[in-house]
């Protein structure tokens, strides 16, 4: 029962961060965040440590909604897939990205998240 539990908690950690997108409740995202994270939001710069990232997601909107839709999810270990189309709303507008993410989850917390996307679609979205 132990192993079992171990190799779904990776997988709970990452639901209750997509979770934490609707709204969105960033304090609840950044919570689940590791002091050491590394996210890279693919095809931009990379950023390291707790603080650094949650700046960036601060002030990335600000987000006047978010809601990500999770299509599919598959974790090994202490690492998560999903294949997401998070939905915001921007400056009064509407985007829709579809994307792959991949997350490191130790200890009960995200420690490496990187999420792949295409910067054109969502440029011409936020236009």
Not at 5 to 13: H, K, N
Not at 33 to 46: K, Q, R, S, T, W
Not at 68 to 76: F, G, K, N, Y
Request: aromatic letters at 10%.
């Amino acid at each position: 029962m132990t192993l079992y539990c171990e190799q779904q908690m990776p997988e709970a950690i990452v639901r209750a961060f997509v979770a934490a997108w609707h709204g969105p409740d960033l304090d609840r995202v950044c919570a689940l965040l590791g002091e050491d994270v590394a996210y890279h939001n693919i095809p931009m710069e990379p950023l390291n440590g707790k603080p650094a990232v949650e700046s960036y997601l601060r002030s990335a909107g600000p987000f006047e909604e978010s809601d990500w839709e999770l299509l599919h999810i598959a974790a090994a270990g202490e690492h998560v897939l999903t294949e997401r189309v998070d939905r915001m709303r921007v400056g009064g507008k509407s985007i829709a990205l579809p994307l792959m993410g991949i997350f490191r989850v130790k200890d009960g917390l995200i420690r490496e998240w990187r999420d792949y996307f295409d910067l054109a679609m969502y440029r011409s979205q936020i236009a």
